[in-house]
């Protein structure tokens, strides 16, 4: 992968991190799947290859399809207010990317730049999870991981790209997906889609 995509890979991912609207931080995290989808049809060379392609085309596709569509039918009456202000999240955020990036060995792939992308995709999702109380922005924390390691997986040379990202799509989607379905149902109950609302909850 070449230097300029895997810096594109990283905005988008700080990008995530920083913005406060629900529905352009799915434009983000959706463009950022498609990057990796093209990154994933330029590398491909067989049959396998191009199927496990157009799976991660489809994968950005319908995610960024039932986001919308979650945007769209859980509004809040107010913007859900994260723990952390934006510009501490983003230094949150880098902090752990240099930490990740001078602690973790090589990890195998193509190049050093490739796994340091991996890393940053990686620290922002834990990021974009731990510092937000907007369930969406959860959700699309956990997607960050995924894209991450799908990354790890175009990038790893020695090891079938078919078998390893269908796989990783497939479990990481139907996480996301569940945690979708749990977003809404807590948006019915309680009118709004802050995780914050759980603490209320007891035992009877």
Request: some cysteine; hydrophobic content about 60%.
């Given at each position: 992968?070449t230097g300029?995509?895997a810096?594109l890979?990283?905005?988008l ?14 434009g ?12 994933a ?14 799976a ?5 596709v319908?995610?960024g399809?039932l986001?919308l ?11 859900v ?6 510009a ?9 990317i ?7 060995p ?7 730049a ?24 959860q ?6 991981v ?11 040379p ?6 390893i990202e ?10 996301a ?15 709004a ?7 209320s909850?007891r035992d009877?």
């Amino acid at each position: 992968m070449t230097g300029p995509l895997a810096w594109l890979l990283v905005f988008l991912a700080l990008a995530i991190v920083f913005v406060r609207r629900r529905s352009i931080a799915v434009g983000l995290v959706t463009a950022q799947a498609l990057v990796l989808a093209g990154i994933a049809f330029n590398q491909a060379g067989t049959g396998s290859e191009v199927i496990a392609s157009v799976a991660l085309v489809t994968r950005a596709v319908a995610l960024g399809a039932l986001f919308l569509l979650v945007v769209a039918r859980s509004r809040e009456a107010q913007p859900v207010r994260a723990r952390v202000g934006p510009a501490v999240r983003a230094g949150m955020a880098v902090a752990l990317i240099l930490a990740l990036t001078g602690l973790v060995p090589h990890l195998g792939l193509t190049s050093r730049a490739d796994e340091r992308a991996v890393l940053a995709l990686l620290a922002a999702g834990l990021i974009c999870t731990a510092t937000r109380r907007a369930t969406l922005f959860q959700v699309l924390g956990i997607v960050l991981v995924e894209n991450g390691l799908a990354l790890a997986a175009l990038e790893f040379p020695r090891t079938s790209p078919l078998v390893i990202e269908l796989g990783v799509t497939l479990d990481l989607t139907l996480i996301a997906f569940v945690a979708t379905l749990f977003h809404l149902r807590i948006y019915a109950e309680f009118g709004a889609g802050d995780s914050g609302v759980l603490r209320s909850l007891r035992d009877t």
